[in-house]
């Protein structure tokens, strides 16, 4: 990136601007953009929150639904021995379009990465967007190169970050603009989705959907971290997870511009003491357990939504917020396990309900081999009884046995034998 963007190789994002002066100046220049995502955001997110009981459920195809982010140039042969244990089949691949040499690279991880289904994520820098002809000429490069091996290209990221390189909507309007009209021109197959808003800050993703661009989306990408809220049941201004997905899956159904498809490409937790890798402050840190415990609820609700189509946490390999340590060699954390086990038990089911009463969750789905599943989790203690038709595992994978069962933030998996196994 050229300066003053500068890129922070320990938590894999920009640093932020040094340059407030710099800032002050490129969001004046961007006024009337800034004005416009107000004034629409006034209009389509009360509509939205009006129409969000109406809106259309999805068949979630279950197995891809459970998507990994992984690091094609740090450790790529243990990534793809690590991805072929887990047996996850979708995989979201960030491409510096600032580093094109990297590109052969890519190429042959992507190619030894056998029937996966891929997500490329290009991610910007700020001369690429003042400069949309080399932003062209880069993408044709990308999309020549790797035509056959990306299942969707996810066209920039986090535009709501200034340190990002965007100082406005109608800036990440023409950038993605210029993707689709080379998509149309001479690669028709290529999908591409928009339009990567980072938080719970939809009045960005409002300007994003509705405005009067030519050009449409083949699905929305968002990246839905919750971690500043806690536990992602927590509140923030009145929306819980499942909240904040069906507004957002609400607002992409009544858009003229995409297809009816939600993809969160980024999510997770970061880890507590493992500055200055993780990304943000100590404040939003939590323990290895409760990452693990926070990571399947919020696969969960997501799931349960049926509102996303694919769900992408970020990511296999990171010292600050991934499944596996770096720093000392590879360390699977304990997240390693649940993730692998929630895969494993849910790569095929088919979701049934979601049951939430004072904080009690109960959800339910029917695997492949027609055995009922319930995962149960409160937010307060409790305590039910082993039933003789139960068999209980905790959340990874491991066998419960006691006769009582003690429900608290680390979901419990109880699988429900039928009564003809009884007899």
């Excluded at 390999?317 to 396990?337: N, T």
């Excluded at 595992?393 to 066998?399: E, Q, R, Y």
Aim: with cysteine.
């Amino acid at each position: 990136m050229q300066k003053p963007f500068e890129w922070d190789s320990f938590s894999d994002q920009p640093l932020q601007l040094r340059d407030r002066n710099f800032k002050k100046t490129m969001r004046k220049a961007q006024l009337f953009s800034l004005i416009k995502t107000l004034f629409t955001a006034l209009v389509v997110l009360p509509i939205s929150l009006f129409m969000m009981p109406f809106v259309r459920r999805k068949d979630i195809d279950s197995s891809h639904f459970f998507a990994l982010g992984v690091d094609h140039e740090r450790y790529p042969h243990e990534t793809l021995q690590m991805v072929q244990e887990l047996g996850v089949s979708t995989l979201v691949v960030r491409h510096k379009i600032w580093e094109m040499e990297s590109l052969a690279e890519l190429k042959s991880f992507l190619l030894a990465c056998e029937n996966k289904k891929i997500i490329l994520k290009i991610l910007q820098d700020r001369e690429n967007i003042e400069n949309l002809e080399l932003f062209k000429s880069n993408l044709r490069r990308i999309f020549t190169e790797l035509q056959g091996l990306v299942h969707i290209y996810e066209i920039g990221s986090t535009i709501n970050r200034a340190k990002w390189g965007f100082f406005s909507v109608d800036e990440y309007n023409r950038f993605f603009q210029t993707a689709y009209e080379l998509r149309n021109a001479e690669f028709s197959h290529a999908k591409l989705i928009g339009s990567g808003v980072i938080d719970f800050e939809y009045h960005f993703s409002a300007h994003t959907l509705f405005n009067l661009f030519q050009y449409r989306y083949d699905g929305v990408s968002s990246l839905l971290y919750v971690d500043r809220r806690g536990a992602p049941e927590n509140i923030q201004m009145g929306f819980n997870l499942s909240d904040k997905i069906a507004l957002l899956s609400t607002m992409v159904w009544l858009s003229p511009k995409s297809r009816h498809r939600l993809y969160i490409t980024e999510t997770n937790w970061p880890i507590s003491n493992t500055a200055p890798y993780a990304p943000t402050s100590e404040y939003e840190c939590v323990s290895e357990e409760r990452y693990a415990d926070y990571m399947l609820r919020y696969y969960l609700l997501a799931f349960a939504s049926q509102q996303v189509n694919v769900c992408s946490w970020h990511q296999l390999i990171a010292p600050g917020y991934g499944l596996v340590d770096s720093r000392e060699g590879l360390r699977k954390r304990e997240a390693f396990s649940t993730y692998k086990y929630m895969l494993q038990t849910l790569k095929n089911a088919q979701f049934l309900r979601m049951d939430i009463k004072r904080g009690y969750h109960i959800f339910q789905a029917l695997l492949a081999n027609d055995t009922l599943l319930q995962i149960h989790w409160s937010l307060k203690p409790a305590t039910i009884r082993n039933e003789s038709d139960y068999e209980v595992f905790d959340k990874n994978g491991n066998p419960i046995q006691a006769k009582e069962l003690h429900i608290g933030d680390s979901p419990l998996y109880i699988y429900i034998k039928s009564k003809h196994e009884h007899s």
